[in-house]
């Protein structure tokens, strides 16, 4: 767990209860071998956040296709359906997850 709880740049009217229910969301196509619902798609976070501030840039200081590119010299587009990559994406959602419901999370509103 982090030292101190998150500070989360987010688009305007997003909330921290959104962003947790797109969390939970992903969480749940990850662990549903035949879910769809993000294969095309963005994640829920292109959503939410302008990509420096992404979730992906808060815990892993790179984005989601830098991250990818990084540990799967791949684009994550083709890593959806990879089970190596949704074992690890559901780990870090749950993770991600216990972070973003510890008491003292904040959300600005950038925009």
């Not at 688009?11 to 229910?21: A, C, F």
């Not at 990818?68 to 190596?84: I, P, Q, Y």
Request: aromatic share 12%.
């Amino acid at each position: 767990m982090r030292k101190y709880p998150l500070t989360l740049h987010v688009y305007p009217e997003i909330t921290l209860e959104k962003v947790i229910e797109g969390t939970e969301a992903l969480l749940k196509y990850y662990n549903q071998p035949c879910a769809r619902r993000f294969d095309g798609g963005k994640c829920p976070f292109c959503h939410f956040f302008d990509c420096p501030t992404c979730l992906w840039e808060v815990f892993h200081h790179m984005g989601c296709e830098k991250f990818a590119e990084k540990t799967f010299d791949a684009d994550v587009s083709h890593l959806k359906r990879d089970e190596r990559w949704r074992a690890l994406r559901r780990e870090e959602l749950k993770c991600w997850l216990e972070e973003l419901k510890r008491p003292g999370v904040k959300v600005i509103e950038d925009g």
